[in-house]
């Protein structure tokens, strides 16, 4: 069974960098037709795809957070990341790594950030 566990500083300031790391557990980040996959979930809102890194290395976001998003990996620790520039309040979400590939899928359990002075 695969597993991610997605980790990060809880609180980070306005104007800043969100950085997580989504570590990956059961799989390979490269291994073919897999795509990893960042989401959001805002208080009392729905979930928000942010974007995702297939196997191959590209890259894939929400066309309303491009400009602000990067996500790339590190294939020796089996790793992706997220990075989120320029926050706001607005940003505050529990924030998701998910995976899937053929005839199977997964999610993590979530890390709550918050974007507060």
């Known amino acids: 069974e695969v597993q991610l566990q997605a980790s990060g500083p809880g609180l980070v300031k306005p104007s800043q960098t969100l950085a997580l790391t989504c570590t990956v557990s059961?799989?390979?980040?490269?291994?073919?037709?897999?795509?990893w996959t960042w989401i959001r979930q805002p208080p009392g809102k729905g979930l928000e795809w942010i974007g995702y890194?297939?196997?191959?290395?590209?890259?894939t976001y929400s066309s309303s957070l491009k400009g602000r998003t990067a996500i790339s990996r590190d294939t020796s620790k089996n790793q992706s990341t997220l990075q989120l520039n320029s926050v706001t309040p607005e940003d505050t979400a529990v924030y998701y790594c998910?995976?899937?590939?053929?005839?199977?899928?997964?999610w993590g359990q979530g890390t709550q950030v918050t974007v507060s002075a």
């Open positions: 998910a995976a899937g590939g053929t005839y199977w899928d997964a």
């Open positions: 890194i297939a196997f191959s290395g590209t890259t």
């Open positions: 059961m799989a390979t980040i490269t291994q073919n037709w897999s795509y």
